[in-house]
């Protein structure tokens, strides 16, 4: 079975799915039902620049007082892929590698993100290991 090409209004996660029914949703307020969903939305925020979802979204315990997006050198990213989703009641670990550009050079991130799930706020990304290169 062949992977469908990337239609314009296509969710930039990769699910397959246009933006509204993916990642706009959760961006418009929606909780994410598990820990995957948030960790493809937050990808989906730094893609579109959206820094007060990121921040919303981090749990308060690590999360920094801002990203300062809009001030960083310009980044193209260009796919995101999930190695896996490991839930363990009201916490989850999710690994997955994103491709970008940065100053014209590919890169890759593959990181193991760990969440947990609030009572009142849902889920939300505590910190994770990073492999850069």
Do not use: N
Request: contains cysteine; proline residues 8%.
């Amino acid at each position: 079975m062949s992977k469908r090409k990337p239609q314009p209004g296509d969710c930039p996660c990769g699910s397959g799915l246009i933006y509204a029914a993916c990642c706009g949703r959760y961006h418009a307020g929606q909780p994410a039902p598990d820990a995957e969903a948030l960790m493809r939305s937050r990808y989906c925020a730094y893609v579109l620049g959206l820094e007060p979802y990121l921040l919303a979204s981090w749990a308060p315990e690590t999360r920094p007082a801002s990203l300062g997006l809009a001030d960083d050198a310009p980044i193209k990213w260009l796919r995101l892929e999930v190695a896996g989703h490991f839930p363990a009641g009201d916490t989850a670990e999710v690994a997955f590698t994103a491709f970008y550009k940065a100053g014209g050079k590919a890169e890759r991130l593959t990181e193991r993100s760990r969440f947990r799930r609030d009572p009142q706020a849902g889920w939300l990304y505590i910190d994770g290991d990073v492999d850069a290169g």
